[in-house]
Structure formats: C-alpha cells, structure tokens
C-alpha cells in the first residue's frame, strides 16, 4: 500500500493528462504519461486510441529487447561452458608435457659440475634447457589466457601468431596420437581485425576435432594466405586440413548444428559456436570431406571489418594492407 501510495503522489506530480500502460501479457512492465496536448484541445477517442497501440508496440520491442539480451548472455554462457570443456582436454596431458623438459632440464644440472669445463655440452645444453623453458613458459601463458575469460575487444591481431599459439596448446594431443603438424602460412598475411580470444576458440575447437578424427601417426596440415573475393573483397583464409575418417556427405550440413555430436563424449556445441564466432567476423566456414580421406576446413575471415567498434586508426592501418593487396 505504501508502494501505491508513493506510486499515485509521484503520478499526480507529473502533471499528465493521459496515461497509457505498457502491457504484456496481462503484466505492467511500464508506463507513459502524457502532458496537455498543445493549444486547447483535450485527447480525444482516436487520440487514445492510437496511443494504446502505440503502447502496445512499445512494450513489445521493449520485451524483445530484453530478450535479446538474454539471449546474449546465454550465447556467452555456452561459449564459456565450451572453452572450460577444451580447457580440461588440454590440461589432462599437460602434466606429462611439463615432467618431460623438466627430467631433462634436471639431468643436465646433475650433470653440470662434473663438465663444467666442456665447451660443447655447456653451450648444446644450456640451449636445449632454455629452449624448452621458453616453451613451457609460453604453453602455461597461453593456457593462462585461454582460461581468463576476457571482455570482447577487437583488433589488429597476427593471425599466424594466433595459430602458433594454439599449435602449442594442442601439442600435447598431438604428440599421444604422433600427429605431425604441418604449417604453411602467408608470411606476408596481413594483420586482421578480430577478437583475439574469441577466434581462438574457433581455431582450438576445428584443431581438437582434427586430432580427434586423425589417427596414429596422421596429418594436420595448417594454411593460411589472403584472398579477393569475386565481388573484390579482401579475406584471409585459415585451412585446417586432416588425415582423418571424414564426415559422411549426409551429415556436411548438421555438423555445425548445436548438440550434433558423433562422438560418445562430445557436446555438439564447438562447432555452432565457431560459426556463430566467424558469423559475428562477418566472415563464413566452407568445409570439404572425403570419407576416410580426410577433412578440410576453411574459415573466410573478412579483411575489412564493419564494426561499430572498431576504431577509427585500425581503418587507416588496414587501407594501406588493402591497397597492398590490390597491387598484387
Ligand atoms: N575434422 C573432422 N573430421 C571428421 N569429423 C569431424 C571433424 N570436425 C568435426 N567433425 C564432426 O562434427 C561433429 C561436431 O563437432 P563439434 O561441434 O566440435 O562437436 P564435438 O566435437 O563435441 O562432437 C563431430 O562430432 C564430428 O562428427
Ligand atoms: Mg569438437
């Protein structure tokens, strides 16, 4: 009652003349009070009557509103769901990954003082031990970054570099199954504007479905170049091409389908959400499979991003990449 009574003291301050509820279904999400109309006239039948559909409308683009943003939020849940599952993947060999370096790293100190005086063993070894740190090192670092959830944020990113990241994330699996990597990148691939994170995710989860499609002792290859489309758009394109069973021709369409799964343990969700990720790049995935061939998958990312993010330097940089690539 205190509520109502606070309610109809602020209304009655507010001067309106008409009142019209924003209604859905049978619910008062809201309300619009109108002052006098202009002149002397006072509301009229019709008046009412178009501002209650007026309302009407009102209240139903405020709920889709509302909607959509549930519908983000629960977009960035499953994606977050997506990145923890390909986090335990990873993390479940890595411990061998680390001990490995570690006994070798270890055996060359015991070893140290007896050779401390041997040119040869000191400067082969100590670049072996610092090698490996490093990549140790940048291993845990990218598993750090994979696992932090970071706010969106787009820009200029090496898309080589990305890949050299993911590689090394999934180098674990790929060693247990003695998959050779093969890499055949652009070097003069230019830089693309993109969510880091987020297109980590994709790379991760087509590099995962590989290893898992690809037996011992099989193949991933990685490429990368730049591409003008017919219409004359610049794109940059990342392949993923494995050795693997393939994917029968009936199931090419249903496999970026949310829950489409063909593993015992699968969740169906890495490769709807790549899609949705690349969609959101304004870019598209084209997948080629021949069963028990292999499987290739090509993700088209556009080099000029409409965002209303981006900024305005990032467009200066990329027309000069642009240009670039018109003169070849
Ligand atoms: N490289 C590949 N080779 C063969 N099949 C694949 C490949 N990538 C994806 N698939 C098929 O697509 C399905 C859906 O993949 P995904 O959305 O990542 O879900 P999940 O990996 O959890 O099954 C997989 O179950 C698999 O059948
Ligand atoms: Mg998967």
Redesign the pocket.
Known sequence: ILEINSVIERMSQLDAEVTIPLLLKDQLIGIINMGPKFGKDIYSHEDIELLATLGNQAAIAIENARLYEDLKKSKSYIRRADRL?SLGTLTAGLAHEIRNPLVAIKTFIQLLPDRLEDEEFRSHFLNIASGEVDRLSSLVNELLEFARPSDPKLELEDINAILDGMVLLVSTETKKKQIEILKSYALDLPPIIVDREQIKQVFL??L???V???PENGQISIKTRSFLKLAGEPYVQIE?T?T????PTE?LE???TPF????D??????????NQIVQDHQGYIA?E?QLNR??S?FINLPLHLDHPRRRKNDFEDQQDILNSIGER
Do not use: P
Request: glycine share 16%.
């Open positions: 599952a989860n087509v995962l479905n590989a898992d499609a690809t993923f494995d693997g069973y393939g994917i199931y249903d496999i970026f489409f799964t063909m593993k343990k699968g969740s169906g969700l890495g490769l709807s959400i790549s997948v499979s292999g499987t998958f």
